[in-house]
């Protein structure tokens, strides 16, 4: 049973359009995250939200928005999708607390969405 | 900055064990995390280690040298369900921002 959900699972949008990819955790995590990933490849980590009201950008140059109003919730807009960001998109939350002595520490991924900008 | 070398492909016979190795440069470090990805899936959290040693999970267990920037994981009784990609992945910085590395394709053959 998945505990962080996004929707859509796969998306085929035409360029110039606005889309927002939706993510969903019900863990109650502090930390959420946004991934880009082609086939094959590595994970490039876009966004991260260590909180309400606090959103970073990642180490890979992004074209989207994020936004963080609510623990659950971590929105990713792209105002206008071009066919470079044809890709699959992670989200993923964690929990992890550099404090404690013995961290089980582990992010929880959503099933992603696969985008298309045709 | 922030490196992590893996192989890239990994080929091992049913039945048998395989070592995936990762090395790693990195300031800030915590801890060093492996993750299973399926074809077309998400990545499934497998292991963490923060201190030097073997953490054993069922058939999988995760190694890792502080001091030599360096862990692997470890797969035995290999099953044609772990025909997958493995990543590993640091944990550093004041933030606990996770680096992946870029994979390892694993093929079980019969």
């Known amino acids: 049973e998945a505990d962080i959900y996004q929707t859509p699972r796969y998306l085929v949008i035409g360029t110039g359009k606005k889309i927002t990819l939706e993510c969903s955790q019900t863990?109650?995590?502090?930390?959420m995250y946004w991934y880009q990933q082609d086939p094959g490849m590595e994970l490039h980590l876009i966004h991260y939200?260590?909180?309400?009201?606090?959103?970073e950008k990642g180490d890979l140059s992004s074209e989207s928005t994020v936004s963080r109003i609510r623990t659950e919730h971590f929105p990713l807009t792209l105002e206008s999708a071009r066919p470079s960001h044809t890709s699959q998109y992670l989200c993923?939350?964690?929990?992890?607390?550099?404090?404690?002595?013995?961290?089980?520490?582990?992010?929880?991924f959503g099933s992603g969405t696969r985008l298309t900008v045709v | 900055g922030q490196s992590l070398e893996q192989p890239s492909e990994v080929t091992a016979v049913e039945g048998a064990i395989v070592q995936i190795n990762c090395t790693y440069q990195?300031?800030?470090?915590?801890?060093l995390s492996w993750y299973q990805q399926h074809d077309g899936g998400a990545p499934t959290f497998l292991s963490y280690?923060?201190?030097?040693g073997l953490e054993e999970t069922g058939r999988f267990s995760s190694f890792l040298s502080r001091s030599d920037s360096y862990g692997y994981l470890l797969l035995q009784e290999l099953q044609m369900k772990d025909s997958a990609s493995y990543f590993c992945?640091?944990?550093?910085?004041?933030?606990?921002?996770?680096?992946f590395g870029t994979g390892t394709k694993l093929q079980v053959i019969p």
């Open positions: 993923a939350s964690s929990e992890f607390n550099p404090a404690d002595r013995n961290p089980n520490y582990g992010y929880t």
């Open positions: 863990m109650g995590h502090d930390k």
């Open positions: 939200s260590y909180g309400v009201n606090s959103t």
């Open positions: 990195t300031s800030g470090f915590y801890g």
């Open positions: 280690n923060a201190l030097d």
């Open positions: 992945a640091v944990l550093s910085g004041g933030y606990q921002k996770v680096t």
